[in-house]
C-alpha cells in the first residue's frame, strides 16, 4: 500500500515511517504543502496511486487545512489529518475540509495503523460505485429504493448525496456513512461502540472523541442541531420525526 507522509519533521518522519515499513507500506516522505501537492496532483495526479495521505497541519510553506482542501478539490484519496492540535474547532474544521480521520499527537501506533487500514478498506469500496454498505430504504418517510426523507433531509444512498431543502450538503464519506446508518433506523438507538465498529469498522476506543467531532459537524453542516439526539451513556439516534 502506498502512503504520502507529509511531515516536516525528519526524526519524527524518520521513526514513524520506519515502523510503517515494517508493517508493509511503501512510504514517501515529503516535508511541505508544496511537495506534497506536487507529488499528489502533478506528479501523476488523480492521487499518484497512493491510498492514504497522512497529513501534518503545521508546515513550513502553507497550513495543512489549506493543503487538504486543495488535495479534496481534485483527489479522493483518504487524508488522516495527524497533529498536535486537539482542540474541537480544528477537528471539526479539518473534517469539513473533507479529511476522512482527525489524529491527535502523541497517538498509540496501533491506533493510527488501525485508522489507517480502515480508511483506505473504505475508499477501495467505494471507488466508482456505491459500497452497498447501507442498501437498505429507511422503513420512515422513503420515497423509493435508496432514497430516505427526514423532514427536509433528502438522503439518497445509490449516489451518496444530500440535500436540505433542496439544496445539496457537501460531506464528507465518514460523515454520509453515519449519517446513512442512523437514518435507516429512525428512533433506534445506536450504542457508541456499534456505531465505530460499523462507520470506522475499529473498535479503538481513541475512536470515541472522533465520533463527537462527526456528529457535531453533521448537525451544523445539515442546520439540524436535534435530527441526531443524543442519548447519554449509550450513543446516538436519529429523531423519529424529521426536524
Known sequence: MKLLLVEDDNRVAAALSAVLKRHGFDVTHVRSGAEALQELLVGGGEGAGYAVVLLDLGLPDQDGFEVCGRIRRTSATPVIMVTARADV??????????????????????????????????????????????????????????????????????????????????????????????????????????????????????????LEVHVASLRSKLQRPTLIETVRGVGYRMAAQGV
Not at 471539526?92 to 488501525?114: C, F, S, T, W
Not at 452497498?132 to 426523507?149: A, D, K, S, V
Not at 456499534?194 to 472522533?210: C, F, K
Open 89 to 210: 474547532r480544528s477537528r471539526i474544521h479539518g473534517l469539513n475540509l473533507g479529511a476522512d480521520d482527525y489524529v491527535v499527537k502523541p497517538y498509540d501506533m496501533g491506533e493510527l495503523l488501525a485508522r489507517i487500514h480502515a480508511v483506505s478498506r473504505r475508499s477501495a469500496g467505494e471507488d466508482g460505485q456505491s459500497t452497498g454498505e447501507h442498501p437498505l430504504p429507511g422503513r420512515n418517510g422513503t420515497e423509493q429504493p435508496g432514497t430516505i426523507r427526514l423532514g427536509a433531509v433528502i438522503i439518497e444512498l445509490p449516489t451518496r448525496t444530500v440535500s436540505v431543502d433542496g439544496a445539496p450538503v457537501a460531506l464528507t464519506r465518514k460523515e454520509f456513512d453515519l449519517l446513512a446508518l442512523l437514518a435507516q433506523r429512525p428512533g433506534v438507538v445506536f450504542r457508541r461502540e456499534q456505531i465505530i465498529s460499523e462507520v470506522w469498522r475499529t473498535s479503538w476506543e481513541g475512536t470515541g472523541r472522533t
